[in-house]
């Protein structure tokens, strides 16, 4: 990029960075916390989730703000860090894990606008039926066109939603405060009927929901070519991570002051509604139904310009083949924005064969993302490790960053194990034929497909993808 470029795109500054952020956070997931909650736990173990996943993704927000600092040529931070850290095959599961795990969390979105719209339009049910999804497939290339006409243009359109839709929420958190029965919570405290089960049981069954609305956390890093300043980047990142922390506690908290935990547990999605309607009345599910329909198309844009972005970014980079590299006359990355919409189509085609759609591909998205995320914070603690950059760049810091990393490192690599061998094996049939533009982009360079440990890893997530689908075939795996 000349520098001309670089002047004419780096225009955000970190109001509207930090806006990326929210924005990409705040989606379906918040709108789904009273159920999912309820299900799992009780305000003790609530509190437990939200200090552990508030700590861990703190750390990595921490870990994207430190690494914006060290490694300023980095543009793309998720999946430039990948490669740098651990070379080219792991860069690229890196990027188009990313990009996949997006994908799928768009698809959770529409999934959740139409069991909105089912409950009072039964023709979309819980959001899988037939006129469920050729709804969704207009609005999928609908946005795809709309953000056709520009990058910049759509961000400013995102910042404007991201305003609109905290609203709601905020009315919800504020509202409920009155309506807030200390018995009710006393009761839901340790969780009734959940508390038949360890405390370490019901809190692991909050931590892959809690992974999935944190999602986005990386937002301003992605977003970093287009940055004004480059010290902008850790701070939207930062500052967007602890209003949207506040916004998300607040919102389980509060309606576990409302109604008993097995009301919770078994509330219609998107389970804000039925909280706030037990305590204002019928106006209250309308007024969360409009606000989950506008927040959740404002994170679906947000989400839809980060996944093209890091396709096209990674082709820059000849980690991808060169076709995704080509861009509009609006600098839009149109190809990779067809493959990400293209596969937003397809996934969103198989949610006609699952029985709980939404929690499906939240489950799976959240899989999906920690790669990534886990390959990030490792290198921020490689880069402590070996010092690399500290002999110039703060070396008052290492200590206290190396300790940042280590949690951060730690917290990914539990989620992964703790996700299970189900969404593993589930990501894996994903990854495995993904390498298909790893190989094409290695054929482009004229460079051999595979080292003996890449072809060792390779391997691995082809057999994976291979139990993935007998477990699908056979039942053991359900969708």
């Given at each position: 990029?000349?520098?001309s470029e670089q002047t ?75 490669k740098a850290g651990f ?333 299970g061998l189900e969404f ?56």
């Amino acid at each position: 990029m000349t520098a001309s470029e670089q002047t004419a795109t780096k225009k955000m500054p970190l109001l509207t960075l930090s806006a990326m952020v929210v924005g990409s956070m705040v989606g379906a997931g918040v709108f789904s916390l009273p159920r999912n909650f309820g299900q799992a736990t009780g305000g003790f173990g609530a509190i437990i989730a939200w200090t552990i996943a508030g700590t861990g993704m703190l750390m990595l927000a921490f870990v994207f703000q430190t690494l914006a600092v060290r490694k300023p040529d980095l543009d793309a931070g998720v999946y430039a860090y990948a490669k740098a850290g651990f070379g080219e095959y792991l860069g690229f599961f890196s990027a188009f894990g990313y990009w996949a795990s997006a994908c799928v969390g768009n698809v959770s979105y529409w999934v959740l606008i139409k069991s909105t719209l089912g409950q009072v339009l039964p023709i979309f049910g819980e959001g899988n039926t037939i006129a469920a999804v050729l709804l969704s497939t207009v609005c999928i290339w609908a946005f795809h066109f709309m953000v056709l006409r520009g990058v910049q243009e759509a961000a400013t359109i995102n910042q404007i939603v991201t305003v609109a839709k905290l609203v709601p929420i905020l009315v919800f958190i504020v509202v409920l405060l009155f309506f807030f029965d200390p018995g009710v919570f006393a009761d839901n405290f340790w969780g009734g009927d959940a508390y038949s089960e360890s405390l370490v049981e019901q809190v692991r069954s909050t931590m892959l929901v809690t992974v999935f609305v944190f999602l986005g956390i990386e937002g301003a890093s992605v977003y970093s070519r287009y940055a004004r300043k480059r010290e902008d980047i850790g701070r939207a990142t930062v500052l967007g991570f602890l209003s949207v922390l506040a916004i998300f506690a607040s919102v389980t908290m509060v309606s576990f002051g409302i109604m008993p935990r097995d009301e919770l547990a078994v509330a219609q999605q998107p389970s804000m509604s039925p909280v706030f309607e037990s305590a204002v009345g019928t106006w209250g599910a309308w007024f969360i139904s409009i606000g989950l329909i506008i927040s959740v198309l404002g994170a679906y844009l947000a989400w839809t310009l980060m996944a093209a972005e890091v396709l096209f970014v990674a082709a820059k980079d000849r980690d991808m083949p060169s076709f995704l590299a080509r861009v509009n006359g609006a600098n839009v990355p149109v190809v990779a924005l067809i493959f990400t919409t293209v596969l937003i189509q397809i996934v969103l085609i198989t949610t006609l064969f699952s029985d709980d759609a939404f929690t499906f591909t939240l489950k799976l998205c959240s899989s999906l993302s920690l790669v990534p995320y886990l390959l990030a914070a490792a290198y921020a603690l490689k880069l402590a490790y070996t010092r690399e950059t500290y002999e110039r760049i703060q070396p008052d810091n290492r200590v206290k960053e190396f300790a940042i990393a280590f949690v951060a490192t730690f917290y990914t690599a539990f989620m992964l194990v703790a996700a299970g061998l189900e969404f593993l094996l589930l990501s894996c049939i994903i990854y495995a034929p993904g390498t298909i533009l790893f190989a094409l982009t290695r054929r482009e360079a004229g460079k051999r497909i595979f080292s003996p440990w890449e072809a060792v890893m390779f391997a691995v997530v082809a057999l994976g993808a291979v139990v993935g689908i007998v477990g699908l075939a056979t039942g053991a795996i359900s969708i």
